[in-house]
């Protein structure tokens, strides 16, 4: 079974643009959970999807917006970016049943860098 | 609120030896925690969780994880640590309700031959 994948892998952006990063989750899996990976904060969740709904929404401005299309694919955006946005953006994917206690498998992330 | 922490920022240990690297949780419900690895530039990758049942619970590569209820951890640990085993681990929890994961800082593990 292929693993998640992110595109692109790397992203460079000067501040105010926006940008849309893509995850595609493992087959059959429902539920797509994103995080921002930094050294000085680490991972901090940003949203989960699930059978298209946002499940949970984590302490994020609201220049920060996802999706989930029918086939589980997501997409996360950031408007006007900031340069403290630069980090690691992580996707994972679990839950052919929705359980909390499923666990998460995560893609190669995206690295945005952002000028 | 659900809170995850890894007292250790670093942990070094000779090959061989065995290996702990420390984690306490803070959550309402009841907690579903789970151990995760990073490699450098690398997705995280799953290594074990405990959902309910026996206390001790086994994972990949070798690593296995002690639920300890009165003292709010779950400690990671390893019989004997190989150099392969440097990494950056995460422990993450969430409560039964559903709530989003929350991971800790991450320790850095340094298995030195």
């Known amino acids: 079974k292929a693993g998640v994948t992110q595109t692109p892998r790397y992203l460079i952006k000067t501040r105010g643009q926006q940008v849309t990063l893509s995850c595609s989750p493992i087959s059959g899996h429902r539920s797509v959970s994103w995080y921002q990976q930094t050294p000085g904060q680490g991972l901090q969740f940003l949203f989960e999807?699930?059978?298209?709904?946002?499940?949970n929404k984590g302490n994020f401005p609201g220049r920060f917006s996802g999706r989930q299309f029918s086939n589980s694919r997501s997409e996360m955006n950031v408007s006007t970016l900031e340069l403290g946005d630069s980090a690691l953006y992580l996707c994972?994917?679990?839950?052919?049943?929705?359980?909390?206690?499923?666990?998460?498998?995560f893609g190669p992330g995206t690295r945005l860098t952002v000028l | 609120a659900q809170s995850v922490a890894q007292p250790e920022d670093q942990v070094n240990v000779a090959e061989g030896n065995p290996l702990t690297v420390k984690c306490t949780y803070s959550v309402s419900g009841n907690p579903y925690l789970f151990w995760y690895v990073q490699y450098p530039n690398r997705g995280l990758q799953f290594l074990l969780k405990y959902i309910t049942g026996d206390n001790l619970v086994k994972g990949s590569y070798g690593f296995e994880a002690e639920f300890n209820k009165s003292q709010t951890s779950f400690h990671l640990k390893k019989p004997s640590a190989l150099v392969s085993d440097s990494a950056l681990y995460f422990c993450?929890?969430?409560?039964?309700?559903?709530?989003?994961?929350?991971f800790g800082p991450g320790t850095r593990l340094s298995v030195l031959p």
């Open positions: 999807y699930f059978s298209e709904t946002q499940r």
């Open positions: 993450a929890v969430r409560d039964n309700y559903g709530q989003n994961f929350v």
């Open positions: 994972a994917s679990s839950s052919v049943r929705g359980l909390a206690g499923d666990e998460q498998f």
